[in-house]
């Protein structure tokens, strides 16, 4: 175990229950430890943003962060509890591997999954991350947010234009993927052609919530031998079919039609959803 790490978890989860704060005589006292170590544990803690000092009268109190990170947590399991059943019917229907990711960054993040029980299969693992920029599930939100270069570049975490390569095929360049990004907003969902892993293709497509707020997408991983131009066009439309599905379960009332080279299903509306909100 990390005896460091260990102390100043142990420090901040006495502080959160602190309502009124803490001064740091008083966190040194109530965790045995010295007023110096206590003394950069807590200074540790506000400069990572998990604490905060008023400057009045010095007393330590938890920062929001732990609310934050607490709603994002509880809003991933209900988001997925909720789309569950949606993705199992997907599953069913195509025999592919399916899961449902959340944009983190630059990442993507699994949060749920199917696998193919077919004998070549593609494969996710639930926690697992992938790079947003060649996932197919990461271009669908990336197409619904529409970000201009700077802010897909901030989004992406990089500071020019060159993006990472995890196989031959990935798009290296901010240019190339937002041309990528824009086919895509404009059929309704993403494709990854061996981007992230080779010999492993894949379809996206975004889910909204009653804002019109991308916040989730569902994806669908498929061998190459199986994902010729033809073939993902056919599973195209019970992915799409699936997303407007899962949208509609979280308040989404846009109009989308299914059709695999629709230009009105959630991701190709993005752009125009804040005038569909519900009263």
């Known amino acids: 175990m990390d005896s460091t790490l260990a102390k100043g978890l142990g420090v901040l989860d006495w502080l959160a ?23 950069r544990t807590l200074q540790t803690l506000v400069q990572c943003g998990w604490a905060r000092q008023n400057p009045a009268d010095s007393r330590y109190f938890a920062s929001l962060k732990l609310f934050e990170l ?35 960054g630059a990442d993507m993040v699994y949060l749920d999954k199917f696998d193919s029980p077919l004998p070549v299969a593609a494969y996710s693992r639930i926690g697992g991350r992938a790079g947003a920029h060649c996932v197919a599930s990461g271009k669908a939100l990336l197409a619904a947010l529409a970000l201009d270069d700077a802010a897909l570049r901030s989004q992406l975490g990089v500071d020019g234009n060159a993006l990472i390569a995890h196989t031959p095929h990935t798009l290296t360049t901010v240019q190339a993927l937002q041309a990528d990004l824009a086919a895509a907003r404009a059929r309704g969902w993403a494709s990854n052609a061996e981007e992230w892993r080779l010999g492993v293709c894949g379809l ?8 019109g707020q991308a916040v989730a997408a569902v994806g669908m991983s498929v061998p190459a031998m199986r994902c010729a131009a033809a073939q993902a066009s056919a599973l195209a439309l019970p992915l799409l079919q699936c997303a407007a599905q899962a949208s509609a379960s979280l308040g989404w009332s846009g109009t989308v039609d299914s059709s695999p080279n629709s230009t009105r299903s959630p991701a190709a509306t993005a752009g125009t959803t804040r005038k569909r909100r519900p009263a």
């Open 204 to 211: 996206g497509a975004a889910v909204f919530n009653a804002r």
């Open 70 to 104: 607490g709603a994002i947590v509880d809003g991933a399991v209900e988001l997925k509890d909720r789309l569950h059943p949606f993705l199992a019917a997907l599953a069913q229907a195509t025999g592919e591997t399916i899961h449902l990711t959340v944009l983190q």
């Open 17 to 39: 229950r602190q309502g009124t704060g803490a001064r740091l005589g008083e966190v040194a006292l109530a965790l045995g430890l010295g007023r110096s170590n206590a003394h």
